[in-house]
């Protein structure tokens, strides 16, 4: 991570007018269907009523109400996927353990991995199968919706050490994965190939997302730039945002195919349109901001967390204008977002809880 002095003077660079515009987002995933019948591998955490806290807002025609749900101690929830049913995924990172919560009752229920486990980012495929990138084990891991039967895909025995970090399906169904160590990666579910490639520059790929056309993305935090992946031929090539060094962390994709971008060091939200090949770049509120994970919502919302006022922040393309929801108590870290239709899901690393805003109409 760069220096405090580097990230305060590249936040001074100046940042271009956003886009005016923007649809609904693309999904990068299918939603689960959690299962009944492994409940004596669960861990349930202790019983939260949905309605136990919670803030609302009101933006516009919008209003917005904030829940936090606990997860089980140490637990240190990392990425959240939402499930069909209404419950949500998560990985466990500090106990090693994919975990699903049912916002009804509040309880949980996790999924030992194995051995040496250290979960970060979760999808969900179209079958409702939970694929996790598992940097502790070094794999592609899949758990069963039915069974909760764990498939491990390790990397191969030359490719120690990646530090895996976030996956995406791309049309054909195979998942792609990134690793911070310099690498990034496809496994094939029919096949059960694993195939990992260099970055073009190294360390750093992050996030990842998949556009509407197919095409696969990702972020290098520490090469501060984005890639798109021809995914036949494995080769990634290289977009450079406007500020340099920014920090680019998550990305994530809207209905449009344009790429949003979470700039970490330069506390920006940036977007790329492949089509017009044009940048734009907007600095987060507040004296300090940080901008880690990136969602774009079902009204073509941008939504990002802020390490630096510990909050979730909404950015609204046509009004140009941001709105702040605090989050409770001390930092929370979220580090990634997710959601469905009406429901924004962000997992607090920090104080082992999931914290979801709903959309409902205002009157």
């Known amino acids: 991570m760069p220096s405090m002095l580097a990230r305060a003077l590249l936040i001074a660079f ?43 807002a009101v933006v516009g025609a919008l209003r917005f109400e904030t829940q936090r749900y606990a997860v089980p101690s140490g637990a240190g929830p990392h990425d959240v996927a939402p499930a069909a049913d209404g419950g949500v995924w998560y990985t466990a990172q500090r106990q090693g353990a994919l975990g699903y919560l049912d916002p009804k009752t509040g309880k949980t229920r996790q ?33 069963d919706p039915k069974t909760d039967a764990v498939t491990v895909y390790p990397l191969p025995a ?12 791309d049309r054909r169904g195979r998942v792609w994965f990134t690793g911070q160590s310099g690498v990034y990666g496809v496994v094939d579910p029919a096949t059960k190939e694993v195939r990992v490639f260099d970055a073009p520059r190294g360390a750093g790929p ?25 995914v036949d031929s494995g080769r990634a090539e290289v977009i450079e945002p406007p500020t340099k060094g920014q920090g680019s962390r998550r990305v994530w994709a809207d209905a449009q195919g344009r790429v949003w971008v979470s700039e970490w060091t330069a506390g920006q939200v940036g977007v790329y349109d ?18 880690y994970a990136v969602y774009v ?40 977002i997710h959601g469905r239709p009406g429901e924004v899901w ?8 999931i914290v979801v805003v709903r959309t409902l109409p205002n009157g």
């Open 111 to 143: 999924i030992a991995l194995g051995a040496g486990s250290a979960p970060h980012g979760v999808i969900v495929d179209k079958d409702g199968a939970a694929w996790v990138t598992d940097g502790g084990l070094n794999a592609i891991v899949r758990v």
């Open 158 to 169: 030359d490719r120690p050490r990646a530090n895996l970090n976030t996956a995406t399906f």
């Open 297 to 336: 919502d079902e009204r073509g919302a941008i939504w990002l967390s802020d390490f630096g006022a510990n909050a979730l922040v909404r950015y609204d393309p046509a009004t140009t204008e941001f709105k702040s929801f605090p989050l409770e108590g001390r930092a929370g870290n979220v580090r990634q």
């Open 274 to 291: 492949p089509i017009t090949k044009s940048w734009a770049e907007r600095k987060l509120p507040g004296s300090d901001p940080q901008a």
């Open 14 to 56: 100046p940042f271009a007018v956003m886009l005016a515009a923007c649809g609904a987002s693309q999904q990068p995933s299918a939603p689960a269907v959690p299962s009944a019948a492994s409940a004596t591998s669960a861990a349930p955490s202790p019983s939260v009523s949905p309605a136990a806290s919670g803030t609302a």
């Open 346 to 353: 962000a997992p607090e690393s920090a104080t082992d809880h």
């Open 206 to 230: 992050y996030g990842m997302t998949t556009t509407p056309d197919g095409t696969v993305w990702y972020a290098s935090l520490a090469a501060s730039h984005i890639a798109r992946i021809d």
